[in-house]
């Protein structure tokens, strides 16, 4: 499109504004791309260390970074009180600032998201999180009234790349899933 806009610039009926909208557009999803890939990248990394993370806390970050958002799609959120857990803080961040942003994008209505915890003795799929020293594990439940999906695409959604939806209706890389999981 850039060489578009330059082949016509000397014709003085051209009007680049749409062209200049679409190179605009072409750029942002690849900075958001590369963002995501570096997030993606990052949560393989060894070298974190669990350490206590109070996640009330990044459940207030995470809001007070989308605050506009919530605030333009008049969008409700409920919190139980949060535990404190041993974690690697730029990792929960993350998982959180995925989901809620999650809840927000795939919204059709005004969004209602409920974000509780509860201490479980297994959880459901062992084989994905190591026990800790008490032998409890802490369940986060983050609850939405988004449009979902079918439970068929429950294993693809959380395959990088993988898209369910439309492009068009909602941005996004096909990667916070991924680093969810």
């Known amino acids: 499109f850039s060489d578009m806009v330059l082949a016509k610039m000397k014709d003085p009926t051209f009007d680049a504004t749409s062209y200049l909208q679409k190179i605009n557009a072409s750029a942002q999803r690849m900075s958001i791309l590369i963002k995501d890939l570096l997030n993606y990248s990052r949560v393989n990394k060894a070298d974190q260390y669990f350490e206590p993370v109070d ?35 730029v ?45 409890h594990y802490t369940e986060l439940t983050f609850e939405d009234n988004g449009i979902g999906f079918s439970q068929e695409y429950v294993d693809k959604i959380f395959t990088i790349f993988q898209r369910l939806n439309d492009r068009q209706k909602y941005n996004g890389s096909g990667i916070g899933l991924a680093i969810c999981k």
């Open 91 to 135: 990792q929960l961040n993350q998982l959180f600032y995925n989901l809620i942003s999650n809840a927000l994008k795939f919204s059709e209505r005004p969004p209602v998201i409920k974000v509780s915890a509860r201490t479980i003795a297994s959880p459901d799929q062992s084989t994905l999180l190591p026990e800790d020293a008490a032998g």
């Open 55 to 89: 996640l009330n806390q990044v459940l207030e970050n995470v809001l007070e970074d989308f605050e506009v958002l919530i605030r333009q799609k008049n969008a409700q959120l409920f919190s139980s009180p949060l535990p404190t857990i041993m974690g690697v803080p």
